[in-house]
């Protein structure tokens, strides 16, 4: 085991689960094994809450959930701790530019996912990854006061790029700007970010920043790393996030997360 380290913080997609949104039997035993030598476990995502609720029961989780990036936390009951919203104005610019470039939105307020076509590309793959189904609507603005992310999405990896500078230009301060997938631009309030994540369980969990590990594979995660006090990126991270990571595990197809926490948290095993 690495000494020092009393916490370990596990992004979701891309990370704790497969590809195909699986969460393997040794992923399982490797959070067991965290339990087991008194190490607290705690996952975050851009999902919301009820879109991690399924992982729950098979990890025994009993630390707060971060959903949305931060801008939710979570009892393990479902039960809000904490929440971060986006002011109504930063929400309409959002949604406004979003549309203007041609890309679809969905909002996500309270604990409902709310989108125009239920039928839009990546809704019906959303929807089973989160175990819940949105709701169809014609006008966002009822739902504004309490958004908390709202989502920009297009198969059009570049034009994603496009808006999230002009958004990141439009909004200023007002929110966090950033790609959660190459198709998805997440836009949450500004204290919604995984950086954010770990001072809020370092502070809920009375464990030091420093001795707070993360491990992810997203542009999203880097504040993570940042923030904690040893950070793994997954093999299947794009060389920038590498970079900014302390160690690197082996991919999400090749059991990168219980490799990670073997090897580089627990001190067992070949490293990955």
Known sequence: MISGISALISDVDGTLVTEDKVL??????????????????????????????????????????????????VTPEMTVIEEHVLT????????????????????????????????????????????????????????????????????????????????????????SVACSQAYYLDITHPAANKGTVVTTLSRLLSIPTAEIATIGDGQNDVLMFREGGLSIAMGNATPAVQKQAR???ASYKDEGFAKAVEYYVLGEGERP
């Open 24 to 73: 393997t039997p040794r992923a399982e035993e490797a959070v067991r094994k965290l339990h087991a030598a008194g190490i607290a476990f705690a996952i975050t995502s851009g999902r919301p809450p009820r879109g991690m609720e399924m992982l729950i029961a098979p990890l025994e989780l009993k630390t707060p959930i971060a959903g949305f990036n931060g801008g939710v936390f």
């Open 88 to 175: 109504a104005d930063a929400a309409k610019c959002a949604i406004d530019l979003v549309l203007e470039n041609k890309m679809d939105v969905w909002v996500y307020s309270g604990n409902e996912w709310f989108v125009r076509d239920i039928e839009a590309p990546h809704v019906a793959r959303e929807s089973w990854t989160v175990k819940f189904a949105p709701t169809a609507i014609d006008d966002f603005g009822p739902e504004l006061d309490r958004a908390v992310k709202i989502v920009g999405v297009s198969d059009d990896l570049d034009l994603v790029k496009r808006c999230e500078k002009s958004l990141q230009s439009a909004i200023g301060t007002r929110a």
């Open 247 to 249: 160690f690197v595990s």
